[in-house]
C-alpha cells in the first residue's frame, strides 16, 4: 500500500499515536506528502511537545525520523489547478496535498474530513488501522 500523507497523521506518529502503527505496518510500501506539510509538521511540533510536556529535541528527532518522502512541488504542479477546484473553497492549506494525491492517484490518509466530498479515495488512521487489521 502506498500513501499521501496529510500532516495531522504524521504529528500523530510524531507522539507515538495509532498513526505509529500505520508507518510501521509491512504491507505500507510507501508513504509520500509535501514541502508544505511536512513544514506544517515542523511548525506544530513545538507547540505538541509543549501540550503533551515531552522533550522538544526528541519531538523533532522523531519528525526527522518520519518515514515519509517529500515530494517536490515540480512533479505534483500540473495537479494544482485541478486540486484548488475540488477543495480550495472549503480548505485552501489542503490544496498541495490533494494535489499530489491527484498527481500519483494514491489514496490519502488524513483525519480531515474536509476530504470526503473530494472524490478521491481517502483513508482516516481508524479505517486503514481496521483495514491493516491492526484494530482492537
Known amino acids: 500500500m502506498r ?3 496529510d500532516a495531522n497523521v504524521l504529528l500523530s506518529a510524531v507522539i507515538g499515536g495509532q498513526a505509529k502503527a500505520v ?3 509491512p504491507a505500507v510500501e510507501s508513504v509520500v506528502t509535501t514541502a508544505a506539510t ?3 509538521v515542523q511548525e506544530y511540533a513545538s507547540h505538541l511537545a509543549q501540550k503533551k510536556r515531552l522533550d522538544l529535541k526528541l519531538v523533532l528527532l522523531a519528525v526527522a525520523a518520519l518515514p515519509a518522502t517529500i515530494v517536490p512541488r515540480e512533479q505534483y504542479k500540473a495537479a494544482l489547478p485541478r486540486a484548488r477546484r475540488k477543495i480550495g ?3 485552501s492549506d489542503d490544496v ?3 494535489a499530489l494525491a491527484l498527481h500519483l492517484g494514491w489514496p490519502l490518509w488524513s483525519n480531515d ?3 470526503e466530498a473530494a472524490g478521491i479515495e481517502w483513508y482516516t488512521t481508524a479505517e486503514l488501522l481496521r483495514r491493516l487489521s491492526l484494530a482492537e
Open 3 to 5: 500513501l499521501v500523507a
Open 23 to 25: 508507518l510501521e505496518h
Open 38 to 40: 511536512f513544514e506544517e
Open 89 to 91: 473553497k472549503r480548505d
Open 96 to 98: 498541495e496535498i490533494l
Open 113 to 115: 474530513n474536509d476530504f
